[in-house]
């Protein structure tokens, strides 16, 4: 899950996503006013072709310098991005201006909760780029994810989101926890459930004023992330209400908030931001775009006290896709452009640089992928780290409302608990919300 706001041109500081996206994240301004179009045009008055970009959260692609490397390998180019922090408040306006074919960017960003339904709907709207990517370079069900029946491929993966659990080592050894990543693994291995008994281990010792956990949001996404299936069954049909994985991921969350082991922020909200800021979590999950956001979030003097370890399950968070409408007044250089930011090379740069892990598999084995490191987590080689969960990642079914489902489970339902809500109470509010949204 990613985020990001929409000025052409700045930097912002956040790290979604996936997907988006996804992910991962950047940097934001405020969420009002631009809604992400506004079309491409030619210039700028230099003679250049003005390709534009409309993203959400923080794709990293300008910030890990792709833009500047494009236009100084193609000098009649100029690429401007315009970026919205939430998904939610991305996504709806991209809809419409599908329903229209009118105000879209040259590329467009499309999280990996809403891919489903843009394939199913749109995809008579974009440029098939499966004339312009190489399909082997790619995981292949990242590939078929942005690929309509027809054989359309309408979007080209950017990241997956490989789930890794996050830790404050200064924080675990005040509360007598190990801190050593392989020991701290084991603490929970093989069961979600074993996670909360740490958070109860942590609770008994922690330092003032902190939880175990930063949201009960990031809890729900990790453990569901590791299930097959979710909120839709193989044919389509929306189950989260009569599946058991998704209630039992809700159970444990709420029981992990009712013990106050989870902070009561909602994720990639401004009062959440601060938590990061404040060291008042000690642990989260963790997907490769998130060190991004913790980088772009904290103080300067908590570099290097992160680690990470390999969580309960393997589990997927995020990834996100580029798209190019055949609207749009530059496609075929569009195109290209899209084509060139999710080629494993600059995969393996981005992740180098903004922690987004490359669905081009073909990037694993690079040196940048390999041997990266993250600021904020020291030595630990978070490219060893990730690859291996990244090939352990359930291939789960992913609906035309995946996003509408786990946003209500998350930000309707689970964080209620926090605020005094019984956890049936909460689940019932999500369904009502979440049902509601479906009929719309």
């Given at each position: ?235 389509g049909k929306v189950v989260y209400k009569t599946n058991p994985a998704v209630k039992r991921a809700f159970d ?6 009712e013990d106050k082991l989870v902070g009561n922020q909602t994720q990639f909200q401004q009062a959440w931001d ?67 930011l999710t080629a494993p090379e600059q995969q393996a740069k981005l992740f180098a640089k903004r922690g987004s ?84």
């Amino acid at each position: 899950m990613r985020a990001r706001t929409r000025i052409a041109r700045k930097a912002l500081v956040l790290a979604a996503v996936a997907s988006l996206g996804t992910g991962l994240l950047a940097g934001c301004a405020d969420d009002g006013g631009d809604d992400g179009s506004g079309g491409s045009s030619d210039g700028g008055g230099k003679g250049k072709t003005k390709i534009t970009l409309g993203l959400f959260g923080s794709f990293g692609l300008e910030e890990a310098g792709l833009y500047k490397e494009y236009e100084k390998l193609h000098p009649d180019i100029d690429i401007q991005q315009t970026v919205i922090e939430r998904n939610e408040n991305y996504y709806p306006p991209l809809v419409n201006h599908l329903t229209t074919n009118s105000g879209l960017q040259d590329i467009q960003g499309i999280e990996v909760g809403n891919i489903a339904e843009v394939v199913e709907k749109y995809s008579d709207k974009f440029v098939d780029l499966s004339k312009y990517g190489k399909e082997s370079d790619y995981l292949p069900w990242k590939w078929q994810q942005g690929t309509a029946k027809s054989g359309t491929t309408v979007g080209l993966g950017t990241d997956v989101g490989p789930m890794a659990i996050c830790y404050r080592k200064d924080m675990f050894q005040a509360a007598g926890l190990p801190t050593d990543r392989e020991q701290v693994g084991k603490l929970w291995a093989g069961d979600w459930a074993k996670l909360i008994e740490v958070g109860k281990q942590y609770k008994a010792k922690a330092p003032k004023d902190t939880t175990f956990l930063d949201s009960p949001g990031g809890l729900f996404n990790a453990i569901i992330g590791s299930e097959k299936e979710r909120f839709y069954d193989a044919s389509g049909k929306v189950v989260y209400k009569t599946n058991p994985a998704v209630k039992r991921a809700f159970d444990l969350t709420a029981e992990a908030a009712e013990d106050k082991l989870v902070g009561n922020q909602t994720q990639f909200q401004q009062a959440w931001d601060t938590t990061i800021a404040n060291s008042k979590f000690a642990a989260m999950a963790c997907p490769p775009w998130m060190l991004g956001y913790i980088e772009g979030k904290s103080k300067p003097e908590n570099a290097g006290k992160w680690d990470l370890a390999v969580p309960p399950k393997a589990a997927n968070w995020g990834g996100s896709f580029l798209s190019v409408p055949k609207s749009g007044k530059n496609a075929e250089e569009a195109a290209k452009l899209a084509a060139w930011l999710t080629a494993p090379e600059q995969q393996a740069k981005l992740f180098a640089k903004r922690g987004s892990f490359p669905t081009a598999q073909a990037a694993y084995d690079l040196p940048l992928v390999k041997d990266a490191k993250n600021k904020m987590t020291g030595d630990a080689p978070i490219g060893q780290i990730y690859a291996p969960l990244a090939k352990e990642l359930p291939v789960q079914v992913v609906g035309a409302k995946d996003q509408i489902i786990q946003q209500g489970l998350t930000d309707n339902g689970v964080i209620l608990v926090t605020q005094g809500k019984s956890p049936k109470d909460a689940w019932d509010n999500a369904v009502k919300t979440i049902d509601n949204n479906l009929e719309k």
